[in-house]
């Protein structure tokens, strides 16, 4: 069965620190793996997308990276803001399917002044 | 450029009622995914729609049904409700099925069963 797993499941942390999120997948075959943010009541906020052959993607204060042979990802966020403080979701596509999306529970981040 | 809507917002039902959900994509966009979110199980893909024509589901029940149109909204209906559908419906759209795209959310509808 397809799982995405990730750690931890929430997370407090001050302003300006750095902090790193985990993502395990099970997924096979593999098509590509994104990094979303969702803020509460908000639909999730894309903020990577990565394919096998990618190792690592930034956008911004985000930093993402993948090791497909391991089939971890992690999502580095560096000199948080208050803003920050949102779920971050782990996702991965297989294969040729499309949307058909498994998702990660998600690691809860709150940014405390 | 617009984003994804979706109407309504929120939403009461009572129990075996029916209640249809609309989503309109990006211009130009004519790939929409629905997804179910609640806190136990987090979210979940429903079904997605590409020209019309359904790609891929997820397992969800036959209550749960949907549809696109030529201009590629999209409408999702749930029949029979149950207390356990309560929960945060998001679409998505996306130019075309990915590998790769990008998909970009709605803000959900908000369903709630008594």
């Known amino acids: 069965k397809n799982q995405v797993e990730q750690s931890p499941q929430s997370l407090i942390i001050l302003e300006g620190k750095n902090c790193t999120l985990q993502?395990?997948?099970?997924?096979?075959?593999?098509?590509?793996l994104r990094w979303y943010k969702q803020d509460t009541g908000r639909g999730p906020v894309s903020l990577t997308i990565m394919t096998f052959s990618e190792n690592t993607k930034s956008n911004g204060r985000y930093t993402a990276t993948l090791d497909a042979d391991t089939k971890q990802s992690s999502l580095h966020i560096t000199a948080s803001q208050l803003s920050d403080s949102a779920s971050y979701i782990c996702v991965v596509s297989e294969g040729d399917a499309g949307n058909m999306l498994t998702f990660g529970g998600g690691t809860r981040l709150m940014v405390k002044p | 450029k617009a984003g994804v809507t979706q109407t309504p917002r929120y939403l009461i039902k009572t129990r075996g009622q029916q209640v249809t959900l609309s989503c309109s994509p990006i211009s130009g966009h004519r790939s929409v995914s629905w997804y179910q979110q609640t806190p136990g199980q987090g979210l979940q893909f429903l079904f997605e729609y590409f020209s019309e024509t359904q790609r891929n589901k997820g397992n969800f029940p036959g209550r749960f049904s949907g549809r696109q149109f030529s201009n590629s909204r999209s409408e999702m209906n749930v029949s029979t409700l149950e207390l356990g559908d309560s929960a945060l419906y998001l679409c998505?759209?996306?130019?075309?099925?990915?590998?790769?795209?990008?998909?970009?959310f709605g803000p959900g509808t908000r369903l709630t069963v008594l």
């Open positions: 998505a759209s996306s130019l075309r099925p990915p590998l790769g795209g990008e998909q970009f």
């Open positions: 993502c395990n997948y099970t997924v096979s075959p593999f098509s590509n």
